[in-house]
């Protein structure tokens, strides 16, 4: 069985080759749209509206499967999962270890020099 990366640099170089500026402009550009997202989320769970959870999580699971975010994207397939199921509980718990994987993510990005700050 795979065990999902934080981040697997390959599945990004599949996209822009070995053209830095075009990679730090998507890294930023994932990076404010998923923080943007993950706000959402947040004030999603805390409302208790599964639907946006529903919704920011899958926008969120896209995202990172194509950035090469595969813990990120796991935990947001899983949140997908639950709010789809309607189980908010289980959902909340995985909305927070999303957040964390978003965290885990920044800190790999960033000790690679890879436009993170």
């Known amino acids: ?9 390959e599945r990004i170089r599949e996209v822009v080759g070995d053209d830095r500026e075009i990679l730090l402009e998507l890294v930023s550009l994932f990076f404010e749209d998923t923080q943007q997202r993950l706000e ?8 208790g509206d599964l639907l946006v959870t529903r919704n920011e999580s899958h926008a969120i699971k896209g995202a990172s499967g194509n950035f090469g975010a595969e813990r990120l994207h796991e935990a947001a397939k899983r949140l997908e999962d639950a ?9 909340r718990e995985l909305g927070a270890l ?3 994987c978003f965290q885990e993510l920044r ?7 890879v436009g993170v700050s």
């Open 98 to 100: 999303l957040r964390t």
């Open 83 to 91: 709010a789809r199921a309607g189980q908010l509980g289980p959902a």
């Open 107 to 113: 800190s790999v990005l960033r000790r690679a020099n």
């Open 40 to 47: 959402k989320l947040q004030k999603a769970l805390a409302g």
């Open 1 to 9: 069985m795979h065990t999902p990366r934080t981040w697997d640099p």
